[in-house]
């Protein structure tokens, strides 16, 4: 199923249906991806992902030309990864994304990166605290879909 930007499908479907596409693609890149990370304060990536050697993916999920247009926040991002994309649906037009930033097409069942991202590499020390902050939101996500009723913020106050 080719989706579409301009079809009838919502806004929200659109961008889940481009973030899961996104996400298998990834995974067989043996790219681990987590979703909504905030890689600091007042930033939150739609994809962040860490590859099998330790590269720091981000990507910026945009549905529409008038999402990407409302939505700048993703001028800081290359800062906190070595790999900056945006994933948009096949039929998006490419020109209105800016030069120097990969480009991903995806649908709800895969992607395909038709732009490669320059590879910035970031500092070791960054790398480090992003890669420890990763894998302590993606192990809580975990713990609370394998132990829903576990609230361990109530841990305590009996």
């Given amino acids: ?33 987590i979703t909504e990370f905030a890689p600091a304060r007042g930033l939150r990536a739609d994809v962040f992902g860490v590859g099998p050697d330790g590269e720091i993916w981000i990507i ?23 790999l900056f994309f945006f994933a948009v649906p096949q039929d998006f037009p490419r020109d209105e994304l ?33 890669t420890k902050s990763f894998a302590r939101q993606a192990a809580r996500r975990l713990h609370r879909v394998e132990d829903p009723d576990f609230d361990p913020l109530a841990v305590g106050e009996n």
Avoid: H
């Avoid at 080719?2 to 481009?18: F, P």
């Avoid at 995806?106 to 070791?124: H, K, M, Q, S």
């Fill in 98 to 130: 800016p030069d120097g930033v990969g480009v991903i097409t995806a649908d709800a069942f895969g992607a395909e990166i038709v732009r490669e991202a320059n590879r910035e590499p970031l500092a070791p020390a960054r790398r480090k605290a992003l």
């Fill in 60 to 82: 910026e999920v945009k549905s529409s030309v008038p999402d990407f247009r409302a939505d700048q926040k993703w001028v800081g991002y290359g800062e906190w990864c070595d």
């Fill in 1 to 33: 199923m080719n989706i579409s930007y301009e079809s009838k499908q919502s806004r929200v479907d659109l961008t889940a249906a481009v973030t899961r596409g996104v996400r298998r693609a990834l995974a067989l890149r043996d790219v681990a991806t």
